[in-house]
């Protein structure tokens, strides 16, 4: 997940000056990998409010860069009522604004108002004439820069380079040019940022952390005057808010680069605010200057020096709340393990595993009263291994399970003639051996496996390497070939196929046989390039794969990672941003917080849990328990219940509202409908009427003459015959086109958008 900012410019600016383009200020720099940036000016400023219309979460901070309010038509956009509200409104809900300084345009009428501050013109030396000098020169000043996240979270501000790099000829040449006066009623809201001592002006104001809101108002040019430890710190947090977690490592030491990019990713991920810092000594390490609940000391650091740390700054360490992690390297026997001084590790993972020992052991026996988990024989063996490495043994059920499951054997000692069922009530009954021992049944079950496996697919091929491992069914030199075969199917399988459980199992047990002497390292080589591929089918994991998959490549990786160091940087992101997304896809993929299987299935659930132990033991931090401890607050510190707490609220109001609206609809087609057959009626009585004068003049013209006399009659009807002739066309055609112009137009009424 990224980081999403707009940014808007002033075109003219950039057309004459470089420095006023913000690119060549967050391209290549490493602090912004995790950014995604979208630039507006005069011509496309009215889709940046157009977003915000439709999407108010859409970026995480808004920048008006230096000299962009010059622009009128920037400026005029953004004092429209409607802009203006939507300005209002994404400050609230806890989005970033950073408003540079601008030389022509100095109002700032668009902010809410408890923002309002003047912008007011410093008095300058005129250099162009001196029968009237000014008082000051724009070089003057005593910057002093305030204690805040915004001045110095990730770089400390070094007061000399920035008045050095202020005064350069090369960008806009002064310390300063305006500065700020609040109104009253921003009292309560703004706190100074920089101030100039000398003249007790404030040129950077940002609200104070107890507001909840994260907005800059600034008067120094800082992307102009590429000030940028100033300009990192600023956009940090404007976009990220108050950093959550500082992680200190040793300078140039790199013996855990691979955790700790992990550990930065996933931070990234869950837009969790951190600092990174690297340090040789800890004697120059400030607790004033922490804004980080959590503090993470890397393994690199000795344990004795962080205990040294701890205990000349426990007090300050009490008054600020502040969680020290240390992971430090101690030897155990032949390996070298990982300790956490303060927290027991992966927390979250232990919390998991318990809910699924509960869970299965609830399932046992099943609804149908068999002595298997779910009534399925491979779900009972995952589940048995599961339990079994949490060092639970159910010696009273293995007996059950094994008895049961013999009265399905033939007398060629398959299991119901299915050669897969047979290996995998092999393996059941080789987990159980120590309750029920083997006998001759067991024998004929080893010889039907051991002589029918040369016809079996590729798929079984692998599942078979999962669930037998005994020299004497099948040699070191056939698990070669079945493994060189199982590369070579994954080598020629493109598009949805990478998504089915066969070929992610294929990817398990390449996991598990990565670095041994079953795979030659010209394979072992190739398997990263192949599942690099993989990678491109999961996309943003929005065709929802099924857990077992997902867990099955998770599982791969990992082992595959404990035995190979990626050199390459771009090798290294990939499987990065893949691992992250997929772990994100299983924790999401449990129904709720409650859950304990996921799916709902014993068999999933044991692969998932196993798959996220390997991928947490990859790296010496506890991933999981820093992410737990970090999310207990938001950007701001802000309570994530009281947040859930009023999202739940609002959810309600909208599902009402969405109800009203809905009622409304339907009262409105009901009406619409009524309209409609009343027209009809209408035009209809109207047709009635002109058809009977019709009628009434056929009748008196030529039916009633054929009744009478014709000689009698003829002289009088003769002189109305003639007349009634006339009137019969002209009537005949106004009713013709008055009819053709009605439903003209109520034709064009109803198809009228």
Not at 174 to 184: A, K, N, Q, R, T
Not at 380 to 405: C, G, H, M, R, W
Request: aromatic share 12%; with cysteine; net charge negative.
């Amino acid at each position: 997940m990224f980081y999403r900012i707009a940014i808007v410019q002033n075109e003219k600016e950039l057309i004459q000056y470089d420095c006023a383009d913000w690119h060549k200020y967050l391209d290549g720099e490493p602090l912004f990998v995790y950014y995604k940036c979208q630039f507006f000016n005069e011509h496309n400023i009215e889709d940046l409010f157009n977003d915000l219309s439709e999407n108010i979460d859409k970026f995480d901070a808004v920048f008006f860069a230096t000299n962009s309010l010059n622009s009128q038509i920037i400026y005029d956009a953004c004092i429209l009522d409607k802009n203006k509200n939507l300005i209002e409104n994404f400050i609230s809900k806890n989005h970033g604004l950073y408003v540079g300084y601008s030389s022509r345009i100095k109002e700032r009428n668009f902010l809410p108002k408890n923002y309002l501050v003047k912008q007011e013109e410093r008095p300058l030396r005129d250099k162009k004439t001196i029968i009237k000098p000014k008082q000051e020169d724009a070089k003057d000043g005593n910057l002093h820069f305030e204690n805040h996240p915004a001045t110095n979270a990730h770089f400390p501000i070094d007061k000399d380079k920035y008045v050095i790099a202020a005064n350069k000829p090369q960008t806009v040449e002064g310390l300063y040019f305006d500065y700020l006066l609040y109104e009253d009623n921003s009292l309560q809201t703004l706190d100074p940022l920089v101030i100039d001592k000398e003249k007790n002006r404030v040129l950077m104001y940002c609200t104070k952390n107890t507001s909840g809101h994260r907005v800059i108002i600034s008067t120094l040019p800082i992307d102009w005057q590429n000030q940028k430890c100033l300009f990192i710190n600023v956009v940090k947090y404007c976009t990220e808010g108050v950093p959550t977690v500082e992680i200190i490592g040793k300078e140039k030491d790199t013996s855990n680069l691979f955790s700790r990019e992990l550990l930065i990713r996933q931070l990234n991920f869950d837009k969790i605010a951190f600092v990174y810092r690297e340090m040789n000594s800890l004697d120059t390490l400030d607790v004033e200057n922490i804004y980080a609940t959590t503090l993470i000391f890397d393994s690199s650091l000795e344990d004795g020096v962080i205990d040294s740390f701890y205990r000349n700054n426990k007090s300050k360490m009490v008054h600020r709340n502040l969680r020290i992690l240390h992971y430090f390297e101690y030897s155990s026997g032949a390996s070298s393990l990982y300790k956490l001084t303060v927290h027991s590790a992966f927390q979250e993972i232990n919390s998991l595993e318990k809910k699924i020992i509960l869970a299965i052991e609830d399932k046992t026996p099943d609804k149908k009263n068999k002595y298997r988990y779910d009534s399925n024989l491979l779900t009972t063996f995952e589940a048995i291994k599961f339990l079994q490495s949490n060092q639970i043994d159910n010696t009273v059920l293995y007996p059950l399970i094994v008895q049961e499951q013999k009265s399905r054997l033939q007398l060629d000692g398959s299991y119901d003639e299915m050669y897969m069922a047979s290996c995998t009530f092999y393996a059941i009954w080789n987990l159980c051996s120590e309750n029920v021992p083997f006998d001759d049944d067991h024998k004929k079950l080893e010889s039907y496996i051991k002589n029918n496996s040369s016809n079996i697919s590729i798929y079984e091929k692998a599942q078979f390497l999962h669930l037998v491992d005994n020299p004497n069914i099948i040699s070191n030199q056939n698990k070669k070939v079945y493994i060189k075969e199982i590369i070579c199917k994954i080598e020629n399988v493109d598009g949805e196929e990478l998504l089915s459980y066969g070929i992610s199992n294929c990817w398990r047990i390449l996991g598990d046989y990565f670095n041994t002497d079953f795979l030659e390292q010209q394979d072992s080589d190739k398997l990263f390039l192949l599942i690099k591929k993989s990678f491109s089918v999961f996309g943003n994991f929005k065709n929802n794969p099924k857990v077992s998959v997902v867990a099955n490549y998770v599982y791969a990786i990992s082992k595959m990672l404990k035995n190979k160091n990626i050199d390459d940087k771009s090798e290294r992101a990939y499987i990065h941003k893949f691992l992250s997304s997929a772990i994100g896809y299983l924790y999401n993929s449990l129904d709720d917080s409650d859950s304990a299987l996921w799916e709902n299935d014993i068999y999933s659930s044991c692969l998932a849990i196993t798959a996220l132990k390997e991928f947490y033991a990859l790296s010496v931090y506890p991933i999981d328990e820093i992410l737990l401890l970090s999310n207990t607050t938001n950007k701001l510190g802000i309570n994530i219940d009281n947040l859930l707490e009023i999202s739940n609220s609002q959810t309600n109001s909208l599902i009402s509202l969405k109800k009203n609206n809905t009622d409304l609809k339907s009262t409105n087609e009901e009406l619409n409908e009524n309209l409609k057959k009343l027209k009809l009626k209408n035009l209809g009585t109207k047709f009635s009427v002109v058809g009977g004068i019709i009628a009434i003049f056929i009748l008196v013209v030529f039916i009633v003459p054929l009744l009478f006399d014709q000689t009698v009659l003829c002289s009088f009807f003769e002189t109305v015959k003639s007349f009634y002739s006339k009137i019969t066309g002209i009537v005949m055609g106004i009713s013709a086109i008055v009819a053709c112009v009605y439903t003209i137009l109520n034709y064009h009424k109803k198809t009228k958008p």
